[in-house]
C-alpha cells in the first residue's frame, strides 16, 4: 500500500461516526451472558426504588411499636433521602474511578446491613440512623447500576431495549413497592418491610460477582476533595431545607437558612467545576441541551409524581378508608400501564418519533392525569376519576420519564458513564423531595383556608380540597415541563439513533 492510500485509510478511520461505529460493533463477549446481568442490575434498581415508598406504608405500624412522635415521622423518609441524594455525585465518581462492579456489591452489602439494623430498630434514632445509612449506600449502588447499563450492552438495538426494560421496573417500582409494604405491614409485621430488602441484596451480590465485569476506563477520573464537599453540602442544604419546610413552614429560619445556605453552595460548586482539574461533576455533562432537558424532566415529572403517590395514598386511607394492602392494589392500574407504554416506547416510538416529541407528549398526558384526578371527591368511585387518572399518569411516565433516564446517559464519555447515572439519580431525588416539599405546603395552606370559611365540620371536604389543590399542582409541574423540555430539546434528536435509519417524526418542531 503506498503512503497516500495509507493516509487516506487513516484519515477515513479518524472520520468514522462513532454512532455509525457503535451500531455496527458486535456485542461484547465479555458480556456474552449480558440479559442475565441486566437481571442482577434490575434487582438492585428495585430495590432502592421499593425502599422509598415500601417505608412509607408501614410508618404508621412502625410508630405504634416504637412509640416516637409525630414530628419524628417525617424523618425516618428525610434521613434516607438527605444521604442518598448527598452523597450520589460522590458514588457515580467512585464508580467511574474504582470500578462499577465493585461500588455496584458495595453498596449492595451496606444496603442489606443496614436493612437488617433498621428492620431489628429498639428505637427511633436507631430506625433513622439505618435509613441514612441506607441512602448513603444506595447512593454508591443506583450510579453504577445504570452505568453498568451503558457499558454492557454495546449494539444500540440491544440498548435501547435494555432502557426499555429498564425504564419499565423503574417507572412501577414505587408503586409496587406500596403494594409489597401494605401487604407485609397487615399480614406479616412492618419490620419485614426492611427485612424484605436483604433478600434482594443477597440475589444481587450472588448474581453480580457472577456475572458483572469491573469496567473502568483506562483513563480513571480523580476525585477532587473540595468538589466532593461542597456538592454534598449544596445538595444536603437543598433537601434538609425542603424537608424542614413541610413541618416548620417557608419562613422559618429552620427552612431558609439551609435552602439558602444550599443555593449558594449549589453556585460556588458549578463555579468550582469549571476551573477544577478534576470536577466532580464535569460541566459538559449537563450542559448539553438533550441532557440538561432529560434532567430537567425526571426533576419536574418525579416531583409531580412523587406528590401525587403521597396524596392518593392519604386519600385511599384516610378519605375512602382502604387498608394498606387495598392501596397498593388499587396503584396496580399504574404501575401495569408505565410497563406497557415503556416497552411500546422503547421498542418502537424511538423508532419513529423524536425525542421532543416523546417527552413533551408523555408530560402533557401525565398533565392531564393529574387534571382527572383533581375532579375526585370524598363520594366519587374509584373507577370514576381514580382509575382514569392513574392511566393517564403512567402514560406520561412511561414515556416521557423512562425516557429520559435514557436521554440522560445518551452520548457521554465511558469514563465519565457513572458521573452522568448520579445525575440522573439526584434529578429524581430533588425532584421528589423539592416536589412533595413544595406541593406539600400548599396543600396545607389550602386546607386550612377551607376550614376557616366552613367550620370544622367539614373536615373530610377541607381534606379532599387540599388534595386537588395539590393535584393541580402536580399537573402544572407536568406542563410546565413540557414547554420547557420542548425548547430545550434539539429538534430531529432521536433517542440512541443508529446510522442509516430514517429521520423520525418531529411533528411539533415548528411550536419551537
Known sequence: MSSNESSRGAGAAATVDPVEARSTVPPNPHHERRWMALGVILIAQIMILLDATVVNVALPSAQADLGFSNAARPWVVTAYLLAFGSLLPLGGRLADTYGRKTMFIVGLVGFAVASAVGGAAPNIGTLIAARAVQGGFAALLAPAALSLITVIFTDMKELNKAFGIFGAVAGSSAAVGLLLGGFLTEYVNWRWCMYVNIAFAVAGIIGGLALLHNSTEPDKPKLSVPSTILGAAAIFGVVFGSAKAQTDGWSSPATLIPLL??????????????????PLIPVHIVADRNRGAAYLTLMLG????????????????DVLHYSPIKTGVAFLPMMVTVVVVATLTQNML???????????????ISGAGAAVLAQADAGSPYAAWVLPGLILVGVGIGSAIVSAVAAGQQGVDPRDAGTAGAVNNVAQQLGAALGVAVISTFVGTATTDYLTHHGSTTLIGATVHGFVVGYWWAAGLFWAGALICGALIRGGTRLHQEAGQPEPLDEISGLF
Open 302 to 317: 418525579q416531583g409531580g409524581v412523587f406528590a401525587l403517590f403521597l396524596f392518593l395514598t392519604y386519600y385511599f386511607q
Open 261 to 278: 445556605a444550599g443555593a449558594l453552595l449549589l453556585l460556588g460548586f458549578v463555579m468550582l467545576q469549571k476551573v477544577d482539574r478534576h
Open 350 to 364: 424511538v423508532q419513529r418519533l423524536t425525542m421532543r416529541v416523546i417527552t413533551v407528549a408523555g408530560l402533557i
